[in-house]
């Protein structure tokens, strides 16, 4: 049986999905689907120290995963580079600090994630966070469909684009961070770009899109945690989760790409 | 009458380079003003200045009742997205709280089907696809429509619709229009203003005074040939 810490933690993770489900799909339409795998690897260097001096782990990664994605942010607006060229700045950084930090026994641990069993008030916390970033998503659907179809339209119809990237990239990389505790730093980003190409392969329609979408992720992150509780008790769920994932993808081809 | 937009001593320049230097003009509720120019003169870049998306020296004044809606060049769109036509215009209604019932208004008005607006955007024919842009433009009820090229890379018959439209829409909502147009024979015959833009001086006046063939080939740099349509 489940005890309730058990419950708490595949409960959240379930949520995670829907938000990774919801905000892949908006990253893939904004073509910063590679983002969220680099962005996650912001949060290396704050997990390192957490490690190091022995608090909470996510306390660390949400404080480098925030400054990264606001200096990020700031980079955009002041040179007018690509989000995918100033992640990439950022990331190499942090990627490098976050090896030198963390001590070498716990590098799989932040790379790859872990089953751990929440608390009430974890699983609380985590479950706010999963819903704001879905509120956001819903709240600024609207938006972010106008931005992505034509951002001179959307700034001509008196939407602030600006904020509303930051308002997207916040809660990008707040779906990030509740995924870092299960997928790791290395894999956190993957429940964001799989589950959302796969849908994409599947449908123009856009709500069928965002569905199938989080469809795929809740799937994925159901199975692998059953699988690893019934099948591979001494494997971490995170990496078998990703290889579902994977392997829907594969099987979506299997069906005809939808028209463009 | 009291102008509807008025354009005085207006500047715009990126860095070093200047493309509209101390531009003036005035447009009166109502009026038809053709933007023409070669490329690269800073149509499209005034249109954007005009929406306020861009910064700018000088003052562009609006009438308090003016209400904008701006077309903008198709190729200024992403058409790759899974989005239905019914997507884009669903989401401005929404954004601008009119009722849902305004999508089908407008999406009849423009000539778009119930099949049409659940079409996603990047199988439309660009003729359709025009016309998503311009309901997209019209929900809202402007009465400034600010349209960068309607008809480029339009076929003839298609061409020849939008500006039936556009004429029809203008007539019957008292439209005040500003288009970016390369159809000079179209400007000859609908504009009741035309704004040159060219490296040289701007010129702002009626189509008569402006589209002579001394002043197009100041403006274009070079001969062009120019037919007037006598009887329309």
Not at chain 1, 120 to 132: N, S, T
Not at chain 1, 234 to 239: A, R
Not at chain 2, 151 to 180: F, P
Not at chain 2, 191 to 214: D, N, Q, Y
Request: charged share 15%; glycine share 8%; hydrophobic share 50%.
């Amino acid at each position: 049986m489940f005890h309730s810490g058990e419950i708490y933690a595949i409960i959240l993770a379930l949520l995670f999905a829907v938000a990774a489900g919801l905000v892949g799909s908006f990253a893939l339409m904004k073509r910063m689907l590679l983002a969220s795998d680099v962005i996650s690897h912001v949060a290396l260097p704050g997990l390192g120290l957490a490690f190091l001096f022995h608090f909470n782990p996510l306390l660390g990664g949400s404080a480098t995963l925030l400054v990264g994605t606001l200096l990020i942010w700031q980079l955009q607006k002041q040179t007018g580079l690509a989000t995918e060229a100033m992640i990439g700045v950022v990331f190499a950084g942090s990627v490098a600090i976050g090896a030198v930090l963390t001590p070498k026994e716990d590098l799989v641990e932040a790379l790859f994630g872990r089953f751990q069993d929440l608390s009430l008030v974890a699983f609380l916390v985590g479950a706010a966070a999963v819903l704001l970033i879905i509120l956001v998503i819903f709240r600024f659907r609207d938006e972010l469909i106008l931005g992505l179809f034509a951002p001179e339209l959307a700034a001509a119809t008196g939407m602030k684009l600006e904020r509303l990237n930051l308002y997207f990239l916040l809660a990008f990389s707040l779906s990030v961070l509740v995924g870092l505790r299960f997928l790791g730093a290395l894999l956190a980003g993957s429940l964001i770009i799989i589950p959302a190409t796969t849908s994409r392969r599947l449908t123009n329609n856009l709500s069928h899109f965002l569905v199938v979408s989080c469809l795929a992720s809740v799937v994925a992150v159901g199975s692998g945690f059953a699988v690893t509780r019934y099948m591979l008790p001494q494997i971490s769920p995170g990496p078998v989760i990703v290889i579902i994932s994977a392997a829907l993808f594969i099987l979506s081809l299997l069906k005809k790409p939808a028209p463009a | 009458m009291t102008p509807i937009l008025s354009v005085r001593d207006l500047t715009i320049s990126f860095g070093n380079r200047t493309i509209i230097q101390h531009l003036n003009f005035a447009v009166d509720p109502g009026d038809n003003l053709a933007i023409i120019g070669p490329n690269g003169a800073g149509k499209t870049v005034l249109l954007r200045a005009l929406l306020n998306l861009l910064p700018y020296e000088g003052a562009i004044q609006w009438a308090p009742d003016a209400k904008l809606g701006y077309v903008p060049q198709k190729i200024a769109a992403d058409r790759r997205l899974p989005l239905y036509v019914n997507d884009l215009l669903a989401a401005k209604a929404r954004l601008l709280k009119l009722p849902a019932q305004d999508v089908r208004l407008v999406a009849d008005r423009v000539g778009l089907t119930p099949e049409l607006l659940e079409t996603s955007v990047g199988i439309l024919s660009g003729g359709e696809f025009q016309k998503a842009l311009i309901a997209f433009a019209l929900l809202g009820d402007p009465n400034v429509l600010l349209f960068d090229e309607p008809t480029a890379s339009l076929d003839e018959l298609a061409e020849e619709h939008i500006y039936e439209l556009l004429r029809d829409l203008q007539r019957e909502r008292h439209l005040t229009l500003l288009l970016v147009s390369h159809d000079l024979s179209v400007v000859y015959q609908s504009a009741t203003k035309v704004l040159c833009l060219s490296k040289g001086k701007p010129c702002f006046g009626p189509p008569r005074e402006i589209l002579t063939p001394e002043t197009l080939e100041a403006v274009y740099s070079a001969p062009l040939k120019f037919y007037k349509h006598y009887g329309h």
